[in-house]
């Protein structure tokens, strides 16, 4: 994901959400690599739910955003990990 894409994803929270509003995280990690995604989000509540054959975890996070500037910035830090696909 370059700029540009977080730009134009920015304008698009922008036109949907009336903010502060709460936004749901969704992403995809390899097994293991939980623990690091949680420290983006320390003061909220995850959900965690393995793979079938437990080589993933799907991790769902709420958090009450006071602007889009804040749903890209923690996507932006997510882009750092390792394998990580945000839904």
């Not at 994803?9 to 959400?17: A, G, N, R, T, W």
């Not at 009450?64 to 830090?77: G, I």
Request: charged share 25%; aromatic share 14%.
């Amino acid at each position: 994901m370059d700029e540009q894409w977080f730009e134009n994803f920015k304008v698009q929270l922008d036109q949907y959400y009336a903010w502060p509003a709460l936004y749901t995280f969704k992403f995809i990690v390899p097994t293991g690599k939980e623990a690091e995604l949680k420290t983006l989000f320390h003061n909220h509540t995850t959900t965690e739910r393995p793979s079938k054959k437990g080589n993933y975890t799907s991790v769902t996070v709420d958090v009450m955003a006071p602007n889009s500037e804040a749903v890209v910035e923690f996507y932006k830090a997510a882009t750092k990990i390792e394998g990580i696909v945000a839904l």
